[in-house]
Nanobody, 118 residues
Framework: QVQLVESGGGLVQPGGSLRLSCAAS????????MGWYRQAPGKQRELVAS????????KYLDSVKGRFTISRDNAKNMVYLQMNSLKPDDTDIYYC???????????WGRGTQVTVSS
C-alpha cells in the first residue's frame, strides 16, 4: 500500500524558512514524478512544485519561484520542499503527491500545516 507522510510544517514568522519532507513507503519513487501541492480552506488545491523522476525537469508556481526549492533523494525514497522568505500568503496545508500509474490517479499524503504569521 502506497503511503506518503509529510512532516516539517509549523508556525513561522514572515521571512522565515521551513523544510518539508515527504517519506514514501509501498512504492519506489524513482519511477515517478513527484509534487508538492497546497490548499487553503474553501480553495482549490494548487501545484506548488513538481520534479521529474531524475530531478531534471522542475516546475514552480510563479508566486514561489526564487523562494522554494523542490528536491528528491531516490535512495532514501524522500522528497523535500525548502521554503525560504515565507509570506503570510504561503499559509496552507501542504500535500505530497506521487504521479499516477496504470490503474490509479496518483497518491496523496495527509498534508502538513504551514502557518506564516507574526
Amino acid at each position: 500500500q502506497v503511503q506518503l507522510v509529510e512532516s516539517g510544517g509549523g508556525l513561522v514568522q514572515p521571512g522565515g524558512s521551513l523544510r518539508l519532507s515527504c517519506a514514501a513507503s509501498g512504492t519506489i519513487i524513482s519511477s515517478y514524478a513527484m509534487g508538492w501541492y497546497r490548499q487553503a480552506p474553501g480553495k482549490q488545491r494548487e501545484l506548488v512544485a513538481s520534479i521529474d523522476e531524475v530531478g531534471v525537469d522542475i516546475k514552480y508556481l510563479d508566486s514561489v519561484k526564487g523562494r522554494f526549492t523542490i528536491s528528491r533523494d531516490n535512495a532514501k525514497n524522500m522528497v523535500y520542499l525548502q521554503m525560504n522568505s515565507l509570506k503570510p500568503d504561503d499559509t496552507d496545508i501542504y500535500y505530497c503527491f506521487r504521479d499516477s500509474s496504470p490503474g490509479n490517479n496518483g497518491f496523496w499524503g495527509r498534508g502538513t500545516q504551514v502557518t506564516v504569521s507574526s
